[in-house]
Each structure stands twice: as structure tokens, then as C-alpha cells.
């Protein structure tokens, strides 16, 4: 088993090297993307205006309530259809991941904010501050202790979740596999390869998280 | 010391319920510039809300607040006008609500740098006069959570003095404190109380609130039961409820 493993590394490494260049690029854009869109529906949700909390809601009820893969062929099909200009599949792919993602940051910036404790908000507005310096000022640098680490958590989920790419056959880990396994009918060696990847992945990720979570903690 | 002359503050028919349950039940008050008014009841008598009422941290369902003369209640007050009013009027928290990101210096300097456009050197200046004046000036960069309960309660009342306001608030401002560290706070706001300053404040301190107040009110069941001087409200208290109560804390 370890003698084929390393066999097949020797001579498709540079497959499963751009799968995971693939993987990681995938999960950053989605979280950045998702974040910026994640942020403005929590803007959205929390707002005054009940319209406007309305369509927020009813957005992240329809992206929270179907499966994720389901989103991947809608965005697949419908996108590369109904809209003017060139998208390549990679793209159609990464825009479903980042509209699904939006929906649960959301959800976290949300949260965040509201596990702020209410008396922070009260000590503001009793000295007069204005409700942007109290939200600018006191609010959010306290919620981004808690938004962080449940982002970085987003990170990690995104790293799995991109393997659902594969049915589409955009490069990452697990479309290696599919490639390595289909030219050279092994199955179990190539899987362990792309496990193993996605291992490294998630322990790196989830180690850095943690050094930035003693940093953020650092005044507590 | 008090001003009969200037009315700091005026309730008139105050009303607050939260859902069906009664808090305050129609409450007519009037606060003198320079009086020290202490607030004394049971828990659940509506003193808390009624405090919370005066900077409209709770928003009554019925009656007027005026602040100078001008009314708050006014539904066609803008944000900023409430904002103006708030920063003439100070509160102390029960626990506390420092600013826990920010290093103590910040905690005092933030809203008049903000709200004031105070300079950054003379806001700080100030600061440390306040922080000395409260013996926490070595603590001046240290974030708050290095800070004991009374510390952090200096701290607050500092942060509210930063504002320079007219009147301040004290919603129970020991009660969540370390027994040894009550008469810390209790020095700084009694000190307060004979720099001329307005105070209005609700204590279970009955100790303190007979030392320090020109006017105590007793409030039970959303409604000032007795009001007087520290003297007729503790010495010759006339209504049963009062009697009872004190008869039980003293």
C-alpha cells in the first residue's frame, strides 16, 4: 500500500499539488466573497426597515434550507444561460459557494454582534455617543472577537465543501483522485493521497486559528 | 447648595409597563439643580426603570420627561438632539459596563473625543486628573479586565464625570460589589455629592443614602410611597410600607 502510495505521488504529485493550490484557492475566494456579501445581509437583517429584514430572511431560509450540491447544478445550468457575458464553469462553481457561504456568515456576523452584551450598548448611549460611534466604536471591535474564530471555522468548512467541485470536474483534491484513479485504476491509495491533503489542510488552518484567537484574546 | 430656582429635571404622570406587568404607575417628580436625591425601595418597585426612564434608556408609554425645561419624551426629538441631551446626563451602572477593548485612559477619553471633539491631549489631560482624583492613575493603561470591581466602578464614574454632565445617575452602584470594596465607591460618589453637582441615586446603601441625600424617595408598586429629608424618611417614616421595609433592611 505505502510502496503504490509513493508510486503514485512520484508520478502524479503535480496533479494532487494542483488540486490543493485548487482547494485553497477556492475556500479563500469563497470566504471573501461570502464575508462581503455575508455582511452587507447582516447589515440587511438587522436593519430598521422590515423590508429589508425580509429579503434578507427569505434569502438565507432558501440558501440554509437546500443542500448545498443542489445550489452547485442551479448556479451550473442557470448562470452560464441567463447572464450577458462569458462565465467559465470554475467561476459559475465558486459563485454558488460564495452565496452559500454568505448565508451562514451572515448568520455569524449576526451573532457576533448580538452576543455583544446589551449593557456595552447602554454605557454608549449614556454618554451620548451616536448610534454609528456606539456600533463602530464599542460594538464591533468587541463582536469581531467572536465573528473571527467562527469565520476561520467557515475556512475549514469551505475546504471540505469544495470537494462537491468535483462532480464538476473543477480542479482540487478530490478531483485529483478522479484523475489519478481513472488513469490508473487504483482507488484506495489515490483516496488516501487526496485524505491526507485534506488533512494537512484543515490541521495547518485550524493551527493558525488558533494563534489568532490567543491574539484576539490577549486584553481578556 | 441646591437651586430651587432651576429645575434639572421634571416627571410628570410617568407610566412603564413591561407587557402586562405594571413598573411604574404614574410618577410626578421634580429635581433641583444641586439636589441629591436617593431612591430607596424593595426589588421590583420600579426604581431601576424609573432611573433608566430619565435618560430615556427606557422609553415610557406614558408621560413627559423634561430636562431643563425641554421635553425628551417629545416623539419628534431627533437621534442627535437625544444623543445632545444624554451627554448632559450621566449614569453609573450596576455592573459596571466598562469598555473592555479599550485600555482605561480610553474608556474616559473616548466619548469626548467623539461626541466633543475634544483634542486628544487635553481629553488625556483631563482623564488623568480624574483618574487621579480616584487613585487609579497607575492603572491608566492597563485594559480593564486587570481591574478589581470597585476599580472598575471608579472607572465608570470617571468615564461619566469625562462628559462634564449636569446631572449623573447611579443605578445601584454596589450592589454587585465585593463587600470590601463598597466603601471605595461609595467615598468617590459621596465626594460627588458635596462638589454641587446632581445627583439622582437608587442604593440599598440605606446608610449612605441617610448621610448623603438632601430628599429621600421610597418607592414600592410604581409609585413614590414617601418622600422627605433622610431625617423624616428614616427617623418617622409615616406610611406602613415604608415602616415595614426599613423595619427589614436596617
Known amino acids: 500500500m505505502l510502496e503504490t502510495i509513493s508510486q503514485i505521488w512520484d508520478r502524479y504529485g503535480y496533479v494532487y499539488l494542483q488540486g490543493t493550490w485548487g482547494t485553497v484557492y477556492i475556500a479563500l475566494l469563497t470566504v471573501l466573497f461570502g464575508s462581503v456579501l455575508g455582511m452587507l445581509l447582516s447589515v440587511l437583517k438587522m436593519s430598521r426597515f422590515k423590508v ?18 443542489l445550489q452547485l447544478y442551479f448556479f451550473y445550468f442557470f448562470l452560464p444561460q441567463y447572464l450577458p457575458f462569458e462565465l467559465s464553469e470554475e467561476q459559475c462553481i465558486i459563485m454558488a459557494l ?7 456568515v451572515a448568520e455569524i456576523i449576526r451573532s457576533g454582534i448580538q452576543a455583544v452584551e446589551i449593557g456595552q450598548t447602554e454605557a454608549a448611549k449614556s454618554l451620548g455617543m451616536s448610534g454609528f460611534h456606539t456600533m463602530t466604536r464599542i460594538i464591533l471591535p468587541q463582536a469581531i472577537k467572536n465573528i ?10 469551505m475546504i471540505k465543501e469544495a470537494s462537491l467541485a468535483s462532480v464538476f470536474f473543477i ?34 488552518s485550524s493551527f493558525l486559528m488558533k494563534l489568532a484567537e490567543r491574539r484576539l484574546k490577549a486584553n481578556d | 447648595m441646591i437651586n430651587y430656582e432651576r429645575e434639572m429635571i421634571r416627571v410628570q404622570g410617568l407610566k412603564k409597563s413591561f407587557g402586562k406587568l405594571p413598573v ?5 417628580q421634580v429635581i433641583y439643580e444641586g439636589e441629591v436625591v436617593s431612591i430607596i425601595g424593595p426589588s421590583g418597585s420600579g426604581k431601576s426603570t424609573f432611573l433608566r426612564c430619565l435618560n430615556l434608556l427606557e422609553k415610557p408609554e406614558e408621560g413627559q420627561v423634561f430636562f431643563e ?15 445632545q441631551y444624554r451627554q448632559k446626563i450621566g449614569m453609573v451602572f450596576q455592573h459596571f459596563h466598562v469598555f473592555p477593548h479599550l485600555k482605561v485612559i480610553e474608556n474616559i477619553t473616548l466619548a469626548p473625543i467623539l461626541e466633543k471633539k475634544m483634542e486628544k491631549a487635553k481629553a488625556e ?28 466602578q471608579r472607572l465608570a464614574i470617571v468615564r461619566a464625570l469625562a462628559m462634564e454632565p449636569q446631572v449623573i445617575l447611579f443605578d445601584e452602584p454596589t450592589s454587585a460589589l465585593d463587600p470590601e470594596m463598597v466603601k471605595e465607591v461609595l467615598d468617590v460618589i459621596g465626594e460627588l455629592t458635596q462638589s454641587g453637582m446632581t445627583i439622582v441615586i437608587v442604593t440599598h446603601e440605606m446608610g449612605f443614602a441617610r448621610k448623603v441625600s438632601d430628599r429621600v424617595l421610597f418607592m414600592d408598586e410604581g409609585l413614590v ?15 406602613e410600607r415604608c415602616k415595614d421595609f426599613l423595619s427589614k433592611v436596617l
Open chain 1, 98 to 104: 460564495v452565496v452559500n457561504a454568505s448565508a451562514y
Open chain 2, 69 to 83: 425645561g425641554a421635553e425628551i419624551t417629545n416623539k419628534k426629538l431627533k437621534k442627535k438632539e437625544l444623543d
Open chain 2, 24 to 28: 411604574l404607575c404614574g410618577i410626578d
Open chain 2, 225 to 239: 410611597q414617601e418622600e422627605g429629608t433622610p431625617e423624616e424618611v428614616f427617623g418617622n417614616p409615616k406610611g
Open chain 2, 125 to 152: 489631560a483631563m482623564a488623568e486628573d480624574l483618574l487621579k482624583r480616584v487613585g487609579l492613575l497607575d492603572k491608566r493603561d492597563e485594559y480593564p479586565t486587570k481591574l478589581s470591581g470597585g476599580q472598575k
Open chain 1, 171 to 204: 480542479t482540487e483534491i478530490t478531483s485529483a483522485f478522479k484523475t489519478v484513479q481513472s488513469a490508473t485504476f487504483i482507488t484506495i491509495p489515490a483516496l488516501a493521497i487526496s485524505g491526507a491533503l485534506y488533512l494537512i489542510l484543515t490541521t495547518v
Open chain 1, 148 to 157: 473571527l474564530p467562527a469565520l476561520g471555522n467557515e475556512f475549514i468548512v
Open chain 1, 52 to 69: 429589508l429584514q425580509a429579503v434578507s430572511g427569505f434569502y438565507i431560509w432558501i440558501i440554509r434550507g437546500t443542500p448545498v450540491l
